[in-house]
């Protein structure tokens, strides 16, 4: 067995990205990459909510992209474990709630038309964090309303690589390498090892180490924890244009409305 050296937490991820390297993160993910998914997961709201879908929770919302535009429709409510990611959202979103919370144990005491639980839910490096981040989505989705995952891989679907990325903005620069990796088959995760090349204003480029530990469980496994949450589960294909998203999928949880139908 592979000795990660991982501190003792539920993801065992250092997560500079989301903390102090938060200021980054726009460079690392342009708000404008967002568009096209984002209107893909409008377009599933909408067909699957059995009503105008018109509230929408944000779980794990990070730096607030996809509501940027999911918000033209929908009232958006935007939960993160992380001040620093709900701090460059507010920016971005002054308008919407923002809410410091763990999503695994979020108790708001309403519910919600939709609720999205984007890459996020792959920081679910356990099956009870999985179980337990699904059955949040449940609490909060309104009778007739849709829940929707989007895991980063299933086992299914991954595949050990690397990619590269980033983007300039406003007299700085970020560029990044992500090594994908499982280190021992037994177990239901994989690591994303990440460089980050950081270019200031001044010229000056720093390089920075960060590691993420991710679950990765197979379809069936989903599916059921889904259903074992109180959700009608339904798999769609991830429709993008992108040929580095071919074979995704996304994951619906279909709640039933007041009088049991769906």
Same mark, same amino acid.
């Given at each position: 067995?592979?000795?990660?050296?991982?501190?003792?937490?539920?993801?065992?991820?250092?997560?500079?990205?989301?903390?102090?390297?938060?200021?980054?993160?726009?460079?690392?993910?342009? =708000?404008?990459?967002?568009?096209?998914?984002?209107?893909?997961?409008?377009?599933?709201?909408?067909?699957?909510?059995?009503?105008?879908?018109?509230?929408?929770?944000?779980?794990?919302?990070?730096?607030?992209?996809?509501?940027?535009?999911?918000?033209?429709?929908?009232?958006?409510?935007?939960?993160?474990?992380?001040?620093?990611?709900?701090?460059?959202?507010?920016?971005?979103?002054?308008?919407?709630?923002?809410?410091?919370?763990?999503?695994?144990?979020?108790?708001?005491?309403?519910?919600?038309?939709?609720?999205?639980?984007?890459?996020?839910?792959?920081?679910?490096?356990?099956?009870?964090?999985?179980?337990?981040? =699904?059955?949040?989505?449940?609490?909060h989705t309104a009778?007739?309303?849709?829940?929707?995952?989007?895991?980063?891989?299933?086992?299914?679907?991954?595949?050990?690589?690397?990619?590269?990325?980033?983007?300039?903005?406003?007299?700085?620069?970020?560029?990044?390498?992500?090594?994908?990796?499982?280190?021992?088959?037994?177990?239901?995760?994989?690591?994303?090892?990440?460089?980050?090349?950081?270019?200031?204003?001044?010229?000056?480029?720093?390089?920075?180490?960060?590691?993420?530990?991710?679950?990765?469980?197979?379809?069936?496994?989903?599916?059921?924890?889904?259903?074992?949450?109180?959700?009608?589960?339904?798999? =769609?294909?991830?429709?993008?244009?992108?040929?580095?998203?071919?074979?995704?999928?996304?994951?619906?949880?279909?709640?039933?409305?007041?009088?049991?139908g769906l």
């Open positions: 067995m592979v000795n990660l050296n991982l501190p003792p937490s539920s993801t065992g991820s250092s997560l500079r990205l989301y903390r102090d390297l938060a200021q980054w993160y726009p460079l690392l993910t342009p =708000v404008a990459d967002y568009a096209e998914e984002a209107a893909f997961y409008r377009h599933l709201f909408e067909t699957h909510c059995q009503q105008s879908p018109q509230t929408l929770l944000d779980l794990g919302s990070g730096g607030g992209h996809n509501v940027f535009f999911l918000k033209t429709t929908m009232a958006c409510t935007l939960v993160d474990i992380e001040p620093a990611m709900l701090a460059i959202s507010r920016r971005l979103n002054p308008e919407c709630e923002h809410i410091q919370a763990e999503m695994r144990s979020l108790t708001l005491g309403r519910v919600f038309d939709c609720v999205l639980i984007h890459d996020a839910i792959s920081y679910m490096a356990s099956r009870d964090d999985l179980f337990r981040a =699904v059955s949040t989505a449940y609490a009778p007739g309303g849709v829940a929707m995952f989007q895991p980063d891989y299933i086992t299914e679907t991954f595949v050990p690589g690397t990619e590269t990325g980033g983007s300039d903005g406003n007299g700085r620069g970020l560029r990044y390498l992500e090594w994908r990796w499982i280190p021992d088959l037994k177990t239901d995760m994989y690591v994303s090892d990440m460089a980050y090349l950081l270019r200031n204003d001044a010229g000056a480029v720093e390089v920075v180490y960060d590691r993420h530990v991710m679950g990765l469980f197979p379809r069936t496994l989903w599916l059921e924890i889904i259903e074992n949450a109180g959700f009608k589960p339904l798999v =769609v294909p991830f429709e993008h244009s992108a040929d580095i998203h071919a074979g995704f999928e996304v994951f619906l949880g279909l709640k039933s409305d007041r009088n049991g």
